[in-house]
């Protein structure tokens, strides 16, 4: 068998990042920017189900899961949460500053959602607001997922068609986070986005199912990167013009969704919308493991694979930094010039 890594990956969160980017920097332009958060999601559902498919599930598996997550996402995130703490101290008062330091025993705990839950404050009320660690209420998501994974998963596996508790068990999370009646409950609470990690999951099997073989054992790479989305397949050559048309087609149905504009406030228009960026997430792992030629995009796609390995860091810096830089009112000294 041949090794091969799905590229599509690093592109997605390559598009993920620059949604969230263009929308808190330029809400007016990318209204629905926020939706790269729900394609990470999608992206980090379908790298759990890789990791934890791996080898047969056992303790040692769960533990080995949540130690090469850990790994991962823990450093920087602590260096950025305590390198906030430190450069803020010089420029912003201690009032709130002290609200800052409660910020960050909520974010340390990665109980950031949480803590907009007790508050009854909106995320989106919250970005207009001086909140250094507000983006790690996705973190906070995510970490929680993490603890819920493999009793999901596991399970889900031992099914003979796995895809049907996943697609009903996404319907019951998507059908909570769309009518129950509290927004911060709908936006926030983990069991609001199961749904969407599950989207990656369903996004696996189907690879399985169609794949004409399918590894015994799906080998990970332990560098820093945690290049989590490379296993092995089959050497094969599908309808590679098929596949990469449809690529194309999908990263821009994508970036489209992010870039038009919010068609309404309500909150189920919101869940369709949603839903479908999620689901267009789910589509790109697929294709992606089809096909990893570019064709004449092979210049544009390498940069997309840079932007996706540093995308983590960049949305961990990237907040704070708009923060600072709108409490120190540099954008508007900009502006005047």
């Given amino acids: 068998m041949k090794k091969q890594k799905n590229p599509d990956i690093q ?12 929308f808190h920097l330029r809400p007016e332009y ?7 958060v729900d394609i990470f999601f999608a992206i980090s559902g379908y790298l759990m189900t890789v ?32 390198l906030t703490l430190a450069i803020t101290s010089f420029y912003i008062i201690s009032t709130d ?43 906070s998501v995510e970490m929680q997922y993490y603890l819920l994974a493999p009793l999901i998963l596991i399970p889900i596996s031992w099914h003979s068609n796995p895809l049907i508790p996943l697609v009903i068990l996404s319907g019951f999370s998507w059908s909570f986070q769309s009518f129950i009646p509290y927004p911060t409950i709908s936006f926030g609470f983990v069991f609001s986005r199961i749904w969407q990690f599950l989207i990656g999951s369903i996004a696996f099997y189907v690879l399985q199912r169609h794949s004409t073989k399918m590894p015994e054992n ?9 290049n989590d989305d ?60 089809q096909s990893n030629s570019f064709g004449k995009f092979s210049l544009l796609a390498k940069f997309g694979t840079y932007l996706g390995d540093i995308s983590y860091s960049v949305y961990l810096v990237h907040w704070p930094v708009i923060i600072l830089a709108k409490y120190l009112m540099i954008f508007e000294t900009i502006r005047k010039f």
């Avoid at 990318?30 to 790269?36: A, I, K, S």
């Avoid at 990791?51 to 949540?66: A, D, G, N, P």
């Avoid at 599908?238 to 309404?264: D, E, G």
Wanted: aromatic share 16%; net charge positive; charged share 20%.
């Fill in 11 to 22: 592109l997605l969160r390559a598009a993920a990042i620059i949604a969230v980017l263009g």
């Fill in 30 to 36: 990318v209204p629905q920017g926020y939706l790269g």
């Fill in 51 to 82: 990791i934890l498919h791996e080898k047969q599930l056992s303790i040692k598996t769960c533990l080995r899961f949540y130690e090469r997550r850990l790994k991962r996402l823990l450093p920087a995130y602590i260096l950025i949460v305590f």
């Fill in 97 to 139: 500053y002290d609200f800052l330091k409660i910020d960050t025993l909520w974010s340390m705990a990665f109980v950031t959602n949480f803590q907009s839950m007790f508050k009854k404050e909106t995320y989106f009320l919250l970005i207009s607001e001086y909140k250094f660690l507000l983006h790690t209420w996705s973190l």
């Fill in 218 to 226: 799906i080998e990970l790479m332990k560098d820093p990167g945690d």
């Fill in 230 to 289: 490379v296993f092995e397949i089959p050497s094969r050559k599908p309808r590679l013009l098929k596949y990469n048309v449809l690529r194309f087609l999908n990263f821009v149905a994508i970036f489209a969704i992010c870039f038009m504009p919010n068609l309404s406030n309500n909150e189920m228009y919101k869940s369709f919308i949603r839903m479908i960026s999620t689901i267009f997430g789910g589509i790109s792992i697929f294709l992606g493991a």
